[in-house]
């Protein structure tokens, strides 16, 4: 009798229980579904469908949970079946902290277009959210798997016994993982201090890129021919780099011409205005000739330019080049370089 009342009370358990889950989960989804459409919401359109497993496992740790409190199950399932139902939902809130974090971070990243030509700010606020992102998960990953080694009593005692005793062994693997606490802190630091953002173009050992990853111990830099350099984040820290888009993405090019002393300086700097103004990579703000150098064998003229980003820059540098190149060679072939050599008579003086 009394295990039919057993096996009737389970039965009951699986049959209410499994409504209940059932219930629970689609007003819930529902509700999130109905919150996501709303644009006003940080929360993104497919936030429901992101977060639906976890909370799936959520509800099915609270419905066990409900069954243990009442004694459904017998006594030599409880002990398991309590053990599973703490590491699920141990499993299931973190998993829902992480989709929260990153949800609640894509609707912050709406306000901001990366894309656009003037997107320091953007910039800016993407590498502070993904590196701060970054650090959370880790943090959040690393307390959930203490908080689920500490459900098990065996490792719970062995844990209290290694704390108490373990002051010189904690030394020893505090200087063993100094490296690798230098590197996680240096990714925090560029998180808050940002010598480097994401997209930023920087010249890091004698290579010209941009900044494509930036992750808690290491920097991956997309050089200009499509290779990866990949850096450890404690290298933007304590060495030297050049950054060209630290506070803005403009920058001036330069273009060094080498003529003959015979060259009008003013009909190249006419020149120069003339192609400046005839193509879109000019950005219409630093136009300047100057000669620069002076030597034996003829002048240095270098002439300077502005455009909106480096990309752009290398291209109308290249074009300014070839143009002027082209402008001495058909109006003045003459002052081109050349190297001067003097032939004497015999009896003619030197000088």
Known sequence: MNNFHTD?????????????????FSIVFFVLKRIGKDPKNLLPINFANRIKIPLLLIIIALVL?????????????????????????????TWSCIVILRSFKSGLMRKYDITADDNLN??????????????VIFLLIVFAIGVALMSFDGIRA???????????????????????????????????????????VVIVEGE????????LTYVVVRIWDKRRMVLPTTYFIEKPFQNWTRTTSEILG??????????????????????????????????????????????EIRALMSSKN??????????????????????YPDCLPKTRISVKGKDEPSL
């Open 158 to 200: 062995i844990g209290i016994s290694f704390l108490t005793s373990a002051g010189i062994a904690g030394i020893i693997l505090g200087f063993s993982a100094q490296k690798m606490l230098g590197t996680l802190v240096a990714g925090i630091q560029i998180a808050i201090t940002q010598p480097i953002r994401l997209d930023d």
């Open 8 to 24: 009737s009370r389970f039965l009951q358990f699986l049959v209410f229980g499994f409504l209940g889950l059932v219930l629970t």
């Open 254 to 299: 330069t273009v060094f011409i080498y003529t003959d002393f015979g060259l009008p300086v003013d009909a190249l700097r006419e020149e120069l205005t003339r192609l400046l103004k005839s193509t879109p990579l000019w950005d219409g703000n630093v136009n300047v000739l100057q000669v620069t150098n002076a030597t034996e064998t003829g002048m």
């Open 310 to 331: 480096s990309p752009t820059s290398w291209d109308l540098r290249v074009f300014i080049r070839e143009k002027l190149i082209t402008f001495i060679q058909q109006n």
């Open 208 to 215: 010209w890129g941009w900044i494509e990853e930036i992750n």
């Open 122 to 135: 953007a910039r800016r606020v993407f590498t502070q959210f993904t590196i701060l992102e970054r650090v």
């Open 65 to 93: 949970r409900i069954g243990l409190l009442n004694d459904v199950f017998e006594g030599s399932l409880m002990l398991i079946i309590g053990h599973v139902c703490t590491l699920l939902l141990i499993f299931a809130v």
